[in-house]
Protein backbone atom coordinates (compact mmCIF):
# COMPACT_ATOMS: atom_id res chain seq x y z
CA UNK A 1 0.00 0.00 0.00
CA UNK A 2 1.11 3.39 -0.95
CA UNK A 3 -0.44 6.51 0.74
CA UNK A 4 -0.06 9.57 -1.70
CA UNK A 5 -0.50 12.86 -0.81
CA UNK A 6 -0.96 16.52 -3.42
CA UNK A 7 -0.18 19.48 -2.79
CA UNK A 8 0.31 22.85 -4.32
CA UNK A 9 -2.93 23.63 -6.04
CA UNK A 10 -5.40 26.82 -6.16
CA UNK A 11 -6.26 29.75 -8.11
CA UNK A 12 -3.94 31.40 -10.71
CA UNK A 13 -4.69 33.73 -13.46
CA UNK A 14 -3.93 32.73 -16.99
CA UNK A 15 -0.35 32.72 -18.03
CA UNK A 16 0.69 31.51 -14.35
CA UNK A 17 2.83 28.89 -13.09
CA UNK A 18 2.09 26.53 -10.14
CA UNK A 19 4.02 23.40 -8.69
CA UNK A 20 2.16 20.66 -7.65
CA UNK A 21 3.99 18.01 -5.23
CA UNK A 22 3.16 14.74 -4.58
CA UNK A 23 4.47 13.27 -1.10
CA UNK A 24 4.48 8.68 -0.35
CA UNK A 25 4.41 6.65 2.57
CA UNK A 26 7.06 4.65 1.33
CA UNK A 27 9.17 4.26 -1.70
CA UNK A 28 8.02 4.81 -5.04
CA UNK A 29 11.36 4.15 -6.83
CA UNK A 30 9.77 1.02 -8.47
CA UNK A 31 6.71 2.56 -9.66
CA UNK A 32 5.80 4.72 -12.50
CA UNK A 33 4.26 7.71 -11.43
CA UNK A 34 1.99 9.84 -13.32
CA UNK A 35 -0.29 13.39 -12.77
CA UNK A 36 -4.02 13.17 -13.46
CA UNK A 37 -6.78 15.80 -13.75
CA UNK A 38 -10.40 15.64 -13.79
CA UNK A 39 -12.41 18.47 -15.46
CA UNK A 40 -16.13 19.22 -14.09
CA UNK A 41 -18.13 16.79 -16.42
CA UNK A 42 -15.34 15.09 -18.05
CA UNK A 43 -13.25 11.97 -17.43
CA UNK A 44 -10.29 11.65 -15.79
CA UNK A 45 -7.25 12.55 -18.19
CA UNK A 46 -3.14 11.58 -17.96
CA UNK A 47 -1.32 14.68 -17.93
CA UNK A 48 2.20 13.51 -17.62
CA UNK A 49 3.83 10.31 -16.29
CA UNK A 50 7.47 9.27 -15.52
CA UNK A 51 8.97 5.58 -15.26
CA UNK A 52 10.78 4.62 -12.48
CA UNK A 53 14.08 5.01 -15.25
CA UNK A 54 12.91 8.86 -15.70
CA UNK A 55 11.31 8.32 -19.05
CA UNK A 56 8.76 10.97 -19.29
CA UNK A 57 5.56 11.13 -21.47
CA UNK A 58 2.98 14.02 -21.66
CA UNK A 59 -0.33 14.49 -23.21
CA UNK A 60 -0.20 16.79 -26.07
CA UNK A 61 -2.40 19.33 -24.46
CA UNK A 62 0.34 20.15 -21.66
CA UNK A 63 3.44 19.86 -23.57
CA UNK A 64 5.98 22.63 -23.47
CA UNK A 65 4.09 23.99 -20.62
CA UNK A 66 4.47 21.31 -17.70
CA UNK A 67 7.54 19.57 -16.46
CA UNK A 68 6.97 16.15 -14.13
CA UNK A 69 10.10 15.36 -12.06
CA UNK A 70 10.74 12.59 -8.97
CA UNK A 71 12.64 12.46 -6.32
CA UNK A 72 12.89 8.95 -5.72
CA UNK A 73 15.10 9.82 -2.38
CA UNK A 74 12.64 11.48 -0.88
CA UNK A 75 9.50 9.32 -2.53
CA UNK A 76 8.04 12.68 -4.26
CA UNK A 77 6.81 13.71 -7.46
CA UNK A 78 6.71 17.21 -8.85
CA UNK A 79 4.22 18.33 -11.63
CA UNK A 80 5.81 22.39 -12.80
CA UNK A 81 3.07 24.10 -14.70
CA UNK A 82 3.77 26.88 -16.43
CA UNK A 83 1.50 29.30 -18.76
CA UNK A 84 -1.68 28.04 -17.45
CA UNK A 85 -4.82 28.36 -19.38
CA UNK A 86 -8.62 28.13 -18.23
CA UNK A 87 -8.86 24.57 -19.64
CA UNK A 88 -6.18 23.64 -17.65
CA UNK A 89 -8.71 23.83 -14.40
CA UNK A 90 -9.12 20.36 -12.84
CA UNK A 91 -8.57 18.51 -9.83
CA UNK A 92 -5.29 17.03 -10.27
CA UNK A 93 -4.52 13.19 -8.69
CA UNK A 94 -1.07 11.58 -8.15
CA UNK A 95 -0.81 8.09 -9.02
CA UNK A 96 1.87 5.31 -8.76
CA UNK A 97 1.50 2.22 -10.37
CA UNK A 98 -1.42 3.22 -13.18
CA UNK A 99 -4.82 3.35 -12.98
CA UNK A 100 -5.08 -0.18 -10.96
CA UNK A 101 -2.43 1.49 -8.83
CA UNK A 102 -2.65 4.05 -5.87
CA UNK A 103 -4.14 7.48 -5.69
CA UNK A 104 -4.18 10.66 -3.88
CA UNK A 105 -7.12 12.62 -2.96
CA UNK A 106 -6.00 15.05 -5.55
CA UNK A 107 -5.58 18.89 -5.06
CA UNK A 108 -7.75 21.51 -7.16
CA UNK A 109 -6.01 23.90 -9.81
CA UNK A 110 -8.19 26.87 -11.10
CA UNK A 111 -7.18 28.47 -13.73
CA UNK A 112 -8.88 32.37 -14.24
CA UNK A 113 -8.68 36.34 -14.13
Known amino acids: QVQLVESGGGLVQPGGSLRLSCAASRSISVYTMGWYRQAPGKQRELVAS???????NYADSVKGRFTISRDNAKNTVHLQMNSLKPEDTAVYYC????????WGQGTRVTVSS
Open 50 to 56: ITSGGIT
Open 95 to 102: NAGGSHGF
